[in-house]
Nanobody, 123 residues
């Protein structure tokens, strides 16, 4: 059993920054299997960032590329999402999850979802 606990998030003005954290506990997993999604109520859960299956290179949604950075600390069983230059359209509930397939960008490729953390970007 894997449990993912998220922290961070909150309210920020456009152009500001926030950092999300996701700590894994329970069964030991590699942080390279962890990724981030976000969801606006009424919409599908949207891919944000993860690491590639083969070589653990960060990959990003086009909408966040150049502004968001995913990183990990295996010693702390933690993955981070640094979000810079935030825009109102980044407002969503953000989720971390563990990848369970070789895919990288579909919500169906992930499981063991964190509890979600709200990010609100005001204009």
């Amino acid at each position: 059993q894997v449990h993912l606990a998220q922290s961070g998030g909150g309210l920020v003005q456009a152009g500001g920054s926030l950092k999300l954290s996701c700590v894994a506990s329970g069964r030991k997993i590699s942080t390279s299997t962890m990724g981030w999604f976000r969801q606006v109520p009424g919409n599908e859960r949207e891919f944000v960032a993860a690491f590639t299956w083969i070589d653990n290179i960060p990959v990003y949604a086009d909408s966040v590329k150049g502004r968001f950075t995913i990183s990990r600390d295996n010693a702390k069983d933690t993955v981070y999402l640094q979000m810079n230059s935030l825009k109102p359209e980044d407002t969503a509930i953000y989720y971390c999850a563990r990848r369970i397939t070789t895919g990288e960008r579909q919500a169906s490729d992930f499981a063991d979802w964190g509890q979600g953390t709200q990010v609100v970007v005001s204009s």
